[in-house]
């Protein structure tokens, strides 16, 4: 299935082991958490640098491969539920803590705002000031980067009804995020878990409501993927699975119910992907987060020990969950950097062949920017992740240990 926009969210990092309370029914260190958002984080790579001439033979296997990684654009809508839940599984377990407000807020910071704005201001204040006219990256984002800066990129381009900001149009998705950061704090102090709960369900109606009103309506149909009252209900289905994680029973009574979702679900976008109206008043949105909410259901549940666990558990989605977050900021300016020296029509007419230079350019692009992102890790974001340490407090139960 093919949505609006080249989708990809903010993936969230992961500094130590998530764990979770035994009396859950689910393992005390649960890595599979972290294996998905590697999993989320390959999808969208995949989509990223997913490009080349459509026009050109790539013969059976890549004309199926590359269709696969065309859906990758999705990973961002498994980064949404992935964050509601290990958001609100922080803020409920400090809930009554000292400090509620302030440890989130200013571990939030720290995590999100020196890469995001190290990297704005080096592409878009420092490099013009140094080189002048000579400077001619990022045009389409230095004009309206005061979108970018305040967090309202999105706005911008729901309102504009295009993907603008050229290789910063992705942060769309990180403005999303911001402003669940912002006001889902507020929710989970003044309810209760049952209170909560119900506040979930009534936003995930909410945005299928409002999305189905407002493309009726003849509003533009960008908002439906940009606004963030249209994308929250991937956010509210993480956040009422943590929740109900968090009850007496647990979350694995609700296995059957994932194995049905995800069946139903997976067979609804291999039908919508058939029809010429890939927007269907915003019905893809809610099926895509619905299959991703039973896929974290099992995957959080499933025991180390079992096939489905030592796959999510896996060194390698481990490595690529823990720098996610820098991959996907990286990846959209890297290929407007890099074009003039590395492309996909260079390598193509270099290997004498559409598959082979496709596919050498996806792999030459994914290396940089895990390497760009294991770098920015080392020298720049650890750093300021040591600070987060001043910000913490005991939960009142150790139900989640790790911030995400």
Same mark, same amino acid.
């Given at each position: 299935?093919?949505?609006?926009t080249?989708?990809?969210? =903010?993936?969230?990092e992961?500094e130590?082991?998530?764990?979770?309370?035994?009396? #859950?029914?689910?393992?005390?260190?649960v890595?599979a958490?972290?294996g998905?958002?590697?999993?989320?984080i390959?999808?969208? %790579?995949?989509?990223?640098?997913?490009?080349?001439p459509?026009?050109?033979?790539?013969? =059976?296997?890549?004309?199926v491969? /590359?269709k696969? $990684?065309?859906?990758?654009?999705?990973?961002?809508? #498994? $980064?949404?539920?992935?964050s509601?839940?290990?958001?609100?599984?922080?803020?409920?377990?400090?809930?009554?803590?000292?400090?509620? /407000? =302030?440890?989130? +807020?200013? =571990?939030r910071?720290? &995590?999100?705002y020196?890469?995001?704005?190290?990297?704005? *201001?080096?592409?878009?204040?420092?490099?013009?000031?140094?080189?002048?006219s000579?400077?001619?990256?990022?045009?389409?984002?230095?004009?309206?980067?005061?979108?970018?800066?305040?967090?309202?990129?999105?706005?911008?381009?729901?309102? &504009?009804n295009?993907?603008?900001?050229g !290789?910063?149009?992705?942060?769309?998705?990180?403005?999303?995020?911001e402003?669940?950061?912002?006001?889902?704090?507020?929710?989970?102090?003044?309810?209760?878990?049952?209170?909560?709960?119900?506040?979930?369900? #009534?936003?995930?109606?909410?945005? @299928?409501?409002?999305r189905?009103?407002?493309?009726?309506?003849?509003?533009?149909?960008?908002?439906?993927?940009? *606004?963030?009252?249209?994308?929250?209900?991937?956010?509210?289905?993480?956040? /009422?699975l943590?929740?109900?994680?968090?009850?007496?029973?647990? @979350?694995?009574?609700y296995?059957?119910?994932?194995?049905?979702?995800?069946?139903?679900?997976?067979?609804?976008?291999?039908?919508?992907?058939?029809?010429?109206?890939?927007q269907?008043?915003?019905?893809?949105? %809610?099926?895509?987060?619905?299959?991703f909410g039973?896929?974290?259901?099992?995957a959080?549940?499933?025991?180390? %020990?079992?096939w489905?666990?030592? @796959?999510?558990?896996? &060194?390698?989605?481990?490595?690529?969950?823990? +720098?996610? +977050?820098?991959?996907?900021?990286?990846?959209?300016p890297?290929?407007?950097?890099?074009?003039?020296?590395?492309?996909?029509?260079m390598? @193509?007419?270099?290997?004498?062949?559409?598959?082979l230079?496709?596919?050498? +350019?996806i792999?030459?692009?994914?290396?940089?920017?895990?390497?760009?992102?294991?770098? !920015?890790?080392?020298?720049?974001?650890?750093? $300021?992740?040591?600070?987060?340490?001043r910000?913490? !407090?005991?939960?009142?139960?150790?139900?989640?240990?790790? !911030?995400?």
């Amino acid at each position: 299935m093919q949505l609006l926009t080249p989708k990809a969210s =903010r993936p969230v990092e992961s500094e130590k082991p998530i764990r979770v309370q035994q009396p #859950l029914g689910l393992p005390k260190h649960v890595p599979a958490l972290d294996g998905i958002r590697g999993f989320a984080i390959l999808m969208v %790579t995949a989509y990223r640098f997913n490009l080349g001439p459509v026009d050109a033979d790539y013969g =059976r296997i890549g004309r199926v491969l /590359f269709k696969a $990684f065309s859906v990758g654009n999705l990973g961002v809508d #498994l $980064f949404f539920v992935l964050s509601g839940f290990l958001i609100t599984g922080i803020l409920f377990d400090a809930k009554g803590g000292p400090h509620y /407000f =302030r440890n989130f +807020y200013f =571990r939030r910071a720290l &995590r999100i705002y020196p890469l995001y704005y190290g990297v704005l *201001f080096v592409a878009l204040v420092a490099m013009p000031l140094l080189l002048g006219s000579r400077y001619q990256l990022f045009a389409e984002a230095r004009a309206d980067q005061a979108s970018l800066w305040l967090y309202v990129a999105n706005f911008l381009m729901g309102i &504009r009804n295009e993907w603008c900001l050229g !290789s910063f149009r992705h942060f769309w998705s990180l403005c999303v995020e911001e402003h669940f950061y912002l006001l889902w704090p507020l929710v989970i102090f003044f309810c209760s878990r049952r209170q909560a709960l119900v506040a979930c369900l #009534l936003t995930i109606a909410f945005a @299928i409501v409002g999305r189905i009103a407002w493309l009726t309506l003849g509003g533009p149909k960008v908002a439906i993927e940009a *606004f963030t009252c249209f994308q929250c209900d991937g956010l509210a289905l993480g956040s /009422f699975l943590a929740l109900v994680a968090r009850g007496p029973r647990g @979350i694995r009574q609700y296995i059957p119910w994932a194995l049905v979702g995800m069946l139903l679900t997976g067979l609804s976008m291999g039908y919508i992907s058939t029809l010429a109206d890939r927007q269907l008043l915003g019905l893809p949105i %809610t099926i895509c987060s619905a299959f991703f909410g039973g896929l974290l259901v099992l995957a959080v549940s499933s025991r180390s %020990t079992t096939w489905l666990g030592k @796959i999510w558990g896996s &060194r390698g989605l481990r490595f690529f969950g823990k +720098y996610s +977050y820098a991959m996907y900021v990286f990846q959209l300016p890297l290929i407007e950097i890099l074009a003039p020296i590395l492309n996909p029509e260079m390598l @193509i007419e270099r290997w004498g062949s559409a598959f082979l230079g496709r596919m050498a +350019y996806i792999v030459a692009m994914f290396a940089i920017t895990t390497a760009g992102a294991v770098i !920015s890790w080392n020298l720049f974001e650890k750093h $300021f992740l040591a600070l987060k340490s001043r910000f913490h !407090s005991e939960p009142k139960q150790p139900a989640v240990a790790a !911030s995400s």
